[in-house]
């Protein structure tokens, strides 16, 4: 059977739930969107939801500050909690460099309109009791900073989405893409056909085999990142009121939940997802890879945090990651087939902002913010290159993520 639908997105985790929600908003009509799982069940399941403004490129900034408006919306439109919680952000600094590079990312956030405070270890102290700063020259205070529940987010814009006439389809596999001439005209699945004006591949870290599918170079690379969490604070840590935290020269970053933290680092040597033989990534649901040493990150925490409770999970999952480390957000190359995915361990705080701004490209040609430096085509025929594409990837991540 073939249906048609003005638009279909494919993936049901935060970013696609953010594109339909953001199409249907503009007016859109008749939007299917499909994912093979149920919602979330790709990557958002795992993601640990930090969220800063504190970064380098401009687009990322601007998609961010966004976050805290839409999740206020969807909220009042539903009355679900939609997880935003700002509970302010600290970053540290250790080393007469690392203040350096502490001061020039506080001017860049400042002149963008970002509230920032650098403060000394002392001053910086009581934002955060449980942790010792000794050692620590500088700290950057951001009070818009905080965390999202990666399940309450999905599940908020996927309702409003569907308040507003989408439909939501899981358990649905995509098969194929239907190509006439230059151009995607819909979307094969395992519960037929469907006819789409325009299709959006918001599916994670399997975005690349869902492009193959109509021809277009989608470079992403699933790529395995872990952190653990710890048992409960006596009493226990309240995860609303306790601030994030980055260490980068400690590689190291936590956060409050469940009573205790959640705490992680990057990997000196990345390793990628890819599945053996023909099977996509993400084909089965909520995958997680087996865990790998965490000696050094929780050896760096116990520093940070005397007393932190003993570690009792730890979560090992594929992200998807860019040759560049930046998220793929636009045309893909290919006439009708649209792209929202790359997005490295950023996700949850640019989702919101990357469903807006695709959604006024696929509508109306153009964006409010310039995300120029996200187009999905900037890469050129390289892009078709599974072997440049997974080694620049790892390459990205050790150059964005590692101190070492």
């Known amino acids: 059977m073939t249906e048609t639908a003005r638009a279909v997105v494919i993936g049901g985790g935060i970013v696609g739930c953010a594109t339909a929600y ?9 939007i299917t969107l499909i994912e093979q799982h149920e919602l979330t069940d790709g ?39 939609a997880g935003w919680r700002s509970v302010g952000g600290l970053r540290l600094a250790s080393t007469p460099a690392g203040v350096d590079e502490l001061r020039r990312q506080a001017r860049l956030v400042e002149e963008a309109g970002i509230a920032v405070e650098l403060r000394t270890a002392a001053a910086a102290s009581s934002l955060a009791p449980i942790l010792d700063l000794t050692g620590v020259q500088a700290a950057a205070w951001l009070p818009g900073d905080g965390f999202i529940r990666p399940k309450n987010a999905a599940a908020a814009f996927a309702a409003g989405a569907v308040a507003r006439g989408v439909t939501i389809r899981t358990g649905v596999r ?28 918001a599916a994670g870290a399997a975005a690349s085999s869902i492009g193959a599918f109509g021809g277009a170079a989608v470079p992403v690379c699933p790529i395995n990142h872990q952190y653990a969490v710890t048992g409960s604070f006596d009493p226990p840590l309240d995860p609303d009121t306790t601030p994030t935290v980055r260490d980068p020269e400690r590689n190291l970053y936590l956060r409050a939940a469940g009573g205790g ?24 649901p909520r995958s997680l890879a087996e865990p790998v040493s965490n000696d050094e990150v929780e050896a760096a925490a116990r520093e940070r945090v005397p007393g932190m409770p003993a570690v009792v999970k730890l979560m090992h999952g594929p992200e998807g990651f860019t040759p560049d480390g930046e998220p793929l957000v636009g045309p893909s190359g290919v006439e009708g087939l649209w792209v929202a995915a790359g997005m490295g361990l950023h996700g949850m705080g640019l989702a919101a902002g990357i469903g807006k701004t695709l959604a006024e490209q696929i509508t109306g040609g153009a964006a409010e913010w310039d995300v120029t430096s996200l187009d999905p085509r900037r890469f050129g025929p390289f892009a078709h290159n599974r072997h440049w594409v997974t080694t620049r990837a790892i390459d990205a991540f050790r150059r964005t993520f590692s101190p070492h």
């Open 174 to 201: 995509v098969t194929g893409l239907v190509v006439t001439g230059k151009r995607v005209t819909g979307v094969k699945t395992t519960d037929g056909t469907i006819g789409a004006t325009a299709v959006i591949n």
């Open 43 to 81: 990557t958002t399941w795992h993601s640990a939801g930090f969220v800063t403004a504190l970064r380098g490129n401009a687009a990322h900034r601007r998609l961010v500050g966004y976050l805290p408006e839409a999740t206020r919306a969807v909220s009042a439109e539903t009355g679900l909690d």
């Open 261 to 284: 933290l959640i705490i992680g680092g990057y990997a000196k040597d990345p390793v990628p997802a890819w599945p053996t033989g023909s099977t996509a990534p993400l084909s089965r």
């Open 22 to 30: 953001h199409l249907a908003r503009l007016g859109w009509t008749e």
